[in-house]
């Protein structure tokens, strides 16, 4: 599987993942709602290329119970791991174990080969992981690993839900240099809230009679 290295809009890929619930604010409908919709999204991540996108779309027509299955099993881990996502440090004990459990299932059952490969544009390095088993099964793997870098790095930290009202599902990291990153983007929730914080206010100043 090719692991290209594309800049995540959340900031890692379990938190694209994640994203990937409906999000009203953004226009956005639940992009698991289909097998299709699913293999849409591994492709704009770069999990997997247009070739391989048409053969596993072959194979959902082929064994479409199977195809379910993996919808399915992928709607499960984002499930639990959006409440990680969201509460970050913060999560209960309850919330991180499920999160946990989910992780390692998905990893307990996963088979292949690990490689290190070298970007032929730049020259950089980076890790690959071929699975070797069921192919349906090993989509949803990288984003798995993704998460479990997040709790052995303490990136979790870092990890917040926008604050948008109204309330907006998205969650990202926060790579600022503060570490008080509220938005999940600027252009659409940073400056529709700050917009709708000046007109709050100045409503305020309306009201009040000058002293
Ligand atoms: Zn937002």
Redesign the pocket.
């Known amino acids: 599987m090719p692991r290209a290295r594309v800049p995540f809009a959340a900031g890692r890929l379990w938190l694209d993942f994640v994203n990937t619930d409906e999000?009203p604010?953004?226009a956005q409908g639940d992009m698991l709602a289909s097998f299709d919709g699913y293999l849409a999204w591994l492709e704009r991540s770069a999990l997997i290329d247009a070739a391989r996108r048409t053969a596993l779309q072959r194979r959902a027509l082929e064994q479409p119970a199977s195809a379910t299955a993996t919808l399915h099993e992928a709607r499960r881990v984002r499930s639990a791991l959006r409440p990680l996502a969201e509460h970050g440090v913060h999560a209960s004990e309850r919330v991180t174990q499920a999160a946990m459990l989910e992780i390692n299932r998905v990893l307990g059952r996963s088979t292949g080969v690990r490689r290190v490969g070298q970007d032929a544009r730049d020259g950089s390095f980076h890790r690959t992981f071929l699975p070797s088993g069921d192919a349906f099964a090993a989509l949803v793997i990288p984003v798995v690993e993704s998460a479990a870098d997040a709790l052995v790095t303490g990136e979790l930290a870092r990890v917040r839900r926008?604050?948008?009202e109204p309330p907006?599902?998205?969650v990202f990291l926060d790579t600022s240099r503060s570490g008080r990153r509220r938005?999940?983007?600027m252009r659409?929730?940073?400056n529709r809230n700050k917009a709708a914080r000046h007109r709050a206010a100045s409503r305020v100043r309306r009201r009040t009679p000058p002293s």
């Open positions: 999000a604010r953004h926008c604050v948008a907006c599902p998205r938005w999940c983007d659409s929730c940073g």
